[in-house]
């Protein structure tokens, strides 16, 4: 089965500092990864994705991934956080389609809150 | 263009009561996903829908939850005899893709509809 565990359920940074939020994944397969941001009261937006081509992603906003099949880790980085950065982060695997009991759903961590002090 | 749209964004009922939740994915869109997010998690998958088929509910708590596409474009989710753990923000999403292609693009999220039971 897939899993993905975020190491921080909370991150606190200051503004202009950078953000590592840390990732883990367990899969049999070759995994795709996703960052999603959640700002409050508001539906999930895609960061960025990974899906088997280049290792280093980036996303938008300044946000950048990278994936190291070595140490099953997908962690998110951004140089400079900015005010707006505050959310919800969540890392998700997607579950490959095999046409039965797998139908590429999502499957998400328990999510990490970035906090940005000014 | 438009993007998912979920409806109502709030639903407050009575416990026992039935409630419909709404959604309205991206057009042309072929593949529609309904996730449940508890206070403070990560969303969990519900299930399934390609074009009209429900392909996947093994993600739906009881059989107090049915969810349908009767068209391939709008979904349903009803639950009946609602309890007080199914106080939640329930997630649409809508994906372009369609089997193996699913775990290589991205799911579309609406903004959710909170549910809060009584």
């Known amino acids: 089965a897939q899993s993905v565990t975020q190491l921080d359920s909370h991150v606190s940074v200051s503004e202009g500092t950078p953000v590592l939020l840390r990732c883990n994944y367990s899969?049999?397969?070759?995994?795709?990864l996703f960052w999603y941001v959640q700002h409050p009261n508001k539906g999930l937006q895609l960061l960025l994705k990974?899906?088997?081509?280049?290792?280093l992603v980036k996303g938008i906003n300044g946000f950048e991934a990278e994936f190291k099949k070595s140490e099953t880790s997908f962690h998110l980085t951004k140089p400079s956080a900015h005010m707006s950065d505050a959310a919800e982060y969540f890392c998700v695997v997607s579950d490959p389609w095999d046409g039965s009991s797998n139908t590429g759903k999502l499957i998400f961590g328990q999510g990490t809150t970035l906090q940005v002090k000014p | 263009g438009a993007g998912v749209s979920q409806s109502p964004r709030y639903k407050v009922a009575k416990r026992g009561q039935d409630v419909a939740l709404r959604c309205d994915p991206i057009?042309?869109?072929?593949?529609l996903f309904w996730y449940q997010q508890a206070l403070g998690q990560g969303p969990e998958f519900l299930t399934y829908f390609q074009n009209e088929a429900q392909l996947d509910k093994s993600g739906l708590p009881s059989d107090r939850f049915f969810a349908e596409r009767p068209e391939g474009s709008v979904s349903t989710l009803k639950i009946q005899r609602t309890q007080q753990e199914d106080s939640a923000v329930y997630l649409c999403?809508?994906?372009?893709?369609?089997?193996?292609?699913?775990?290589?693009?991205?799911?579309?999220f609406g903004d959710g509809t909170r549910l809060s039971i009584l």
């Open positions: 999403a809508s994906s372009l893709a369609q089997g193996r292609g699913l775990g290589n693009q991205p799911q579309h």
């Open positions: 990974y899906t088997s081509a280049a290792t």
């Open positions: 899969s049999s397969y070759s995994p795709s």
């Open positions: 057009s042309g869109h072929v593949s």
